[in-house]
């Protein structure tokens, strides 16, 4: 596809559950990133991935929280042992290299932990 | 840890009235850029603003980058309805090759016919 494609859309799971969140970026794509968006709290950096390497995953609020690349295109971001507070909307960014570059971002995936 | 402060949070107006929108920090930034959110979607650049003091307009939009580059204003001229949406502004921090994004809480805008 023509965009940042991210799936599912929506996952409800129950707490102690895992799950796991995929992002397929824009071909060619080699900067990739997570960021989590929760009600009134605006878009937190988590992880971020330049090919199948993470040089900065400063963001991961926990050791639950995990994160691949794989062929420097599709990346998984795995929530262990799910909590409520993990309840949120999972956004994928990806763009060329450099610090300025448009990073396009995919619709979002809404995790509900119950 | 660098924090954008984004204000205000709620904003519902009239169309044709204008409008402002701050995004402050004590930090510097190297680049900040605003984005445009509807529901249900991922936030959509709408520019990117690298100098101090550097103005950009998009038709009736007008971003504007602090000379010392620690804040940003985007003010919105004869709002329409279809402007309504998430407004967000998000910094790139020097020292990085990478566009890493530390964000705003982000402002609601609501515009009425």
């Known amino acids: 596809g023509a965009g940042v494609s991210q799936s599912p859309s929506n996952k409800v799971t129950e707490k102690g559950k895992d799950v796991e969140l995929r992002c397929d970026p824009i071909s060619g794509h080699t900067a990739l990133y997570w960021y989590r968006q929760s009600l009134g709290q605006g878009l937190e950096f988590l992880i971020y991935f330049q090919g199948n390497s993470a040089p900065d995953k400063s963001g991961l609020p926990s050791d639950r929280f995990s994160a691949e690349r794989t062929g420097g295109s599709v990346s998984t971001l795995t929530i262990q042992r799910t909590q409520q507070e993990d309840s949120a909307v999972y956004l994928c960014?990806?763009?060329?290299?450099?610090?300025?570059?448009?990073?396009?971002f995919g619709q979002g995936t809404r995790l509900t932990v119950v | 840890t660098q924090l954008l402060e984004q204000s205000p949070q709620f904003l519902s107006i009239q169309e044709g009235e204008n409008l402002t929108v701050y995004c402050n920090s004590s930090s510097v930034f190297s680049s900040l850029q605003w984005y445009r959110q509807e529901p249900g979607e991922g936030p959509v650049l709408l520019v990117t603003?690298?100098?101090?003091?550097e103005v950009k307009k998009l038709k009736r939009l007008t971003f504007q980058f602090g000379d010392a580059r620690k804040d940003s204003s985007l003010h919105i001229t004869a709002a329409q309805p279809g402007d309504t949406g998430l407004y967000l502004c998000a910094g790139t921090t020097g020292g990085t090759s990478y566009g890493k994004l530390t964000f705003g809480q982000g402002t609601i805008l609501t515009v009425h016919p």
């Open positions: 603003v690298v100098t101090g003091g």
């Open positions: 960014a990806s763009s060329a290299q450099g610090a300025f570059t448009e990073a396009f």
